[in-house]
């Protein structure tokens, strides 16, 4: 084995290997831009910015124990940047023909002989660009790739150098925080946008804590780990069931995140809270009009909550747990359904749960891949989806001159899970992505469509409200 080789952690071992015939373990995302982009321009600029990250110019090479990270000698820009001619069939339009390709590649296997990852160009699209990216689960989470991948746009900063003896930051936080007692963890509070837990965690014990509060503390984590061993099965849904690998992909306009703010302060809700409301009403609506009864139902997504500092997201590796949310899919009044979210997310707050369910992943990397499948697969049967929330920048970025106008990403499934929904706020809106299933639920779009109208009967609702003087 090569000199440089490194070797990778426990935890992305277990996402290298939750690839499974019906689910592979990919971040999907698309750029819009306008005006057209060269393809020359792009290899150039992918050749000066992301492979200043080690990590994608490197191959991975498994054996008995694990996997290692290993130079490319036979890297080539053009096999990881290519052309994409975009076919259409008799009356479609560009963004279905976009998404048709889309949903082929979410299920198309990236090469394994090289860096495990793609960026497909669209030349001409809406008149402008298009630019499909697949990544490897295992090269990184979510929050790690979108800091890493929007460092590539005009402007973005490059990755600070790194020593060689940070090379094994990750096996040495990870050992660090899980042999160490679970008294020694403190999660606050739960922040989709990935930032609270991050701030919150305390990963040092702190001496002067008293017994009472060691022994709360200890007692919290009993509780979750026996919440996560004992859940319960997912409500019985369409959506729910045996997936088929033929991927569907959906996407929206942008909504403008002001008016989600002003939402959530008139009703003492976060934004979260008022975003989370209108994906539970906006799937309920979608089932209730196919004939599948929501009244009385929720659905368990499974909701990544990052944890590590965000300023260190350079260093890539997947460094974030899993706390499982039920949304209130059954309840028809927006502002009951606002509530309902936080209430749920109140229940989160304080909770081992997103630690505890990394120590899982954790434990899977040192596994067998069937005994990896079991493992996991106890958690895949209990959830319908797999949602995230990433936190994006406030003002439209450039790539290359070109102005980056929507950008839309797609969260991968593990096991027999369906249903990926994605929330990225980029430039003033927030946008919403699904992936699913071609077998459970052939229609995505028509989910996403009821978004906006979601969001627009629930700020009704609000400005009918009576107001104190």
């Given at each position: 084995?090569s000199?440089t080789?490194e070797?990778?952690s ?14 592979l373990?990919?971040?999907v ?7 057209a982009?060269?393809?020359?321009q ?8 992301l ?9 991975v090479v ?5 996997a290692?990270?290993?130079d490319?000698?036979d890297?080539d820009i ?8 975009l076919?259409?069939?008799?009356g479609?339009?560009e963004r279905a ?10 299920t ?5 002989a ?6 497909h160009l669209v030349?001409h ?6 630019i499909?990216?697949r990544i490897h689960?295992c090269?990184?989470?979510g929050i790690?790739l979108?800091?890493?991948?929007l460092?590539?746009?005009d402007?973005?900063a490059l ?5 060689h ?5 990750e096996?040495?936080?990870?050992t660090t925080t899980l042999?160490?007692?679970?008294t ?5 509070a739960i ?6 837990v991050?701030r919150?965690?305390d ?6 804590a008293?017994?009472r509060?060691?022994a709360r503390?200890?007692?919290r ?6 919440a996560?061993a ?5 409500s019985?849904?369409r ?9 569907i992909?959906?996407w ?12 959530g302060?008139a009703?003492n809700a976060?934004i979260?809270?008022v975003l989370?409301?209108?994906?539970a009403?906006a799937?309920?609506?979608?089932l209730r009009?196919?004939g ?5 139902k ?6 990544p909550v990052n944890l ?7 260093k ?6 899993l706390a499982?949310?039920?949304l209130p899919i059954?309840?028809?009044n927006p ?7 936080r209430?749920?997310m ?5 909770s ?8 899982v ?5 040192l ?6 499948d079991?493992l996991l697969n ?9 949602m995230?929330?990433v ?5 439209l970025?450039?790539?290359c ?5 929507q950008?839309?990403?797609?969260v991968p499934?593990?096991?027999n899970?369906a ?6 706020s980029y ?16 229609a995505?779009q ?12 629930l700020?009704?609702?609000t400005l ?6």
């Amino acid at each position: 084995m090569s000199d440089t080789a490194e070797r990778m952690s426990r935890v992305d071992n277990a996402w290298l290997r939750m690839d499974n015939d019906v689910n592979l373990m990919m971040i999907v995302g698309v750029w819009l831009l306008q005006p057209a982009l060269r393809y020359q321009q792009v290899c150039e600029r992918i050749g000066q910015q992301l492979l200043q990250y080690p990590r994608f110019r490197q191959k991975v090479v498994e054996d008995v124990l694990g996997a290692s990270w290993v130079d490319d000698e036979d890297f080539d820009i053009k096999r990881h940047v290519v052309r994409e001619t975009l076919p259409r069939k008799r009356g479609q339009n560009e963004r279905a023909a976009l998404q048709a390709r889309c949903g082929e590649l979410a299920t198309t296997r990236l090469d394994p002989a090289h860096p495990l990852w793609q960026f497909h160009l669209v030349e001409h699209y809406e008149g402008g660009s298009a630019i499909v990216v697949r990544i490897h689960h295992c090269i990184g989470d979510g929050i790690a790739l979108t800091s890493v991948v929007l460092s590539i746009t005009d402007g973005g900063a490059l990755p600070p150098q790194r020593s060689h003896d940070a090379v094994h930051d990750e096996d040495d936080w990870l050992t660090t925080t899980l042999l160490r007692p679970l008294t020694d963890l403190a999660v606050k509070a739960i922040d989709l946008s990935g930032e609270g837990v991050s701030r919150s965690m305390d990963l040092v014990a702190h001496p002067q804590a008293g017994t009472r509060e060691l022994a709360r503390t200890g007692y919290r984590v009993a509780t979750d780990l026996a919440a996560l061993a004992l859940m319960e099965d997912d409500s019985p849904t369409r959506l729910k069931g045996k997936p088929v690998g033929r991927k569907i992909v959906a996407w929206g306009e942008p909504i403008p995140l002001d008016v989600v703010k002003c939402i959530g302060k008139a009703l003492n809700a976060s934004i979260n809270d008022v975003l989370l409301s209108c994906v539970a009403g906006a799937i309920g609506d979608y089932l209730r009009e196919i004939g599948d009864d929501p009244s009385g139902k929720g659905i368990r997504a499974m909701v990544p909550v990052n944890l590590r500092p965000l300023d260190e997201a350079y260093k890539l590796g997947n460094r974030f747990g899993l706390a499982p949310l039920v949304l209130p899919i059954g309840i028809d009044n927006p502002i009951e359904r606002v509530y309902a979210v936080r209430a749920r997310m109140s229940e989160l707050k304080g909770s081992y749960q997103p630690v505890l369910a990394f120590g899982v992943l954790a434990v899977a990397g040192l596994l067998n891949k069937a005994g990896q499948d079991a493992l996991l697969n106890l958690f895949a049967k209990k959830a319908t989806a797999v949602m995230t929330n990433v936190p994006g920048p406030t003002q439209l970025l450039e790539f290359c001159g070109s102005t980056l106008r929507q950008s839309i990403f797609w969260v991968p499934q593990s096991g027999n899970v369906a249903v990926g929904v994605s929330i990225f706020s980029y430039g003033g809106g927030v946008q919403f992505a699904l992936i699913t299933d071609c077998k459970l639920c052939p229609a995505p779009q028509q989910i996403i469509d009821r978004f906006a109208p979601e969001l627009e009967k629930l700020l009704w609702v609000t400005l009918m409200l009576p107001w104190a003087a």
